[in-house]
């Protein structure tokens, strides 16, 4: 028997002022960075994968994944929520959520981590770091119209904490890419 559909929704649309960029777009040993999200989340099993992305070319050609610009971005993290959650399909049962700044994140954690919400009884599950709940984590379909109306730059948290969610624990996910010296530290 397959496993319910579980469609990955990667935030890449973000202008990365204090990376000097877009961060879906640096190149980590020859791959951008949104690539390597989107070749990790099918790995990994997701159903579907889209990305939400800035007004530039995704360079996903090679890759099932759908796109979706989003032209809102400057409001924050979630505006691409919304447009990520706006672009799934009906048969999709949960979306799992992931950025592209987190370099620790392979198909062996999103694995983990949709077993983990198999199990959950139709609670989020999320990555555990620093002591609290952060992505990537998966939603169920019942928490979408919440998701569909998130504002500003806050994320999904105040969700996955009022819902208790379940949670792996991934202390690597602390170190994400913010600045340039994150990025360099990372290559080198």
């Given at each position: 028997?397959n496993a319910p559909p579980i469609a990955a929704v990667i935030l890449a649309a973000g202008a990365g002022r204090r990376m000097g960029g877009p961060k879906a777009?640096?190149?980590?040993?020859?791959?951008?960075?949104?690539?390597?999200?989107?070749?990790?989340?099918?790995?990994?099993?997701?159903?579907?994968?889209?990305?939400?992305?800035?007004?530039?070319?995704?360079?996903?050609?090679?890759?099932?994944?759908v796109t979706v610009v989003n032209a809102e971005a400057q409001e924050g993290v979630a505006s691409s929520i919304r447009k990520g959650i706006g672009a799934l399909?009906?048969?999709?049962?949960?979306?799992?959520?992931?950025?592209?700044?987190?370099?620790?994140?392979?198909?062996?954690?999103?694995?983990?981590?949709?077993?983990?919400?198999?199990?959950?009884?139709?609670?989020?599950?999320?990555?555990?770091?620093?002591?609290?709940?952060?992505?990537?984590?998966?939603?169920?379909?019942?928490?979408?119209?919440?998701?569909?109306?998130?504002?500003?730059?806050?994320?999904?948290?105040?969700?996955?904490?009022?819902?208790?969610?379940?949670?792996?624990?991934?202390?690597?996910?602390?170190?994400?890419?913010?600045?340039?010296?994150?990025?360099?530290?990372?290559?080198?």
């Amino acid at each position: 028997m397959n496993a319910p559909p579980i469609a990955a929704v990667i935030l890449a649309a973000g202008a990365g002022r204090r990376m000097g960029g877009p961060k879906a777009r640096l190149l980590l040993d020859g791959e951008t960075l949104l690539h390597r999200a989107a070749r990790t989340a099918l790995a990994a099993g997701c159903a579907s994968v889209v990305a939400v992305v800035g007004p530039w070319d995704p360079g996903l050609e090679d890759l099932a994944v759908v796109t979706v610009v989003n032209a809102e971005a400057q409001e924050g993290v979630a505006s691409s929520i919304r447009k990520g959650i706006g672009a799934l399909s009906a048969e999709v049962v949960a979306t799992l959520i992931m950025t592209v700044d987190q370099p620790a994140v392979d198909a062996a954690l999103l694995r983990d981590l949709m077993a983990l919400f198999r199990g959950s009884d139709d609670r989020p599950v999320a990555c555990l770091y620093a002591g609290t709940p952060g992505s990537p984590a998966v939603f169920p379909r019942r928490l979408f119209p919440e998701l569909r109306v998130l504002e500003g730059d806050r994320g999904a948290k105040p969700i996955l904490l009022r819902e208790g969610a379940a949670t792996l624990p991934f202390p690597e996910g602390a170190f994400d890419l913010d600045r340039p010296e994150d990025f360099e530290r990372l290559r080198r």
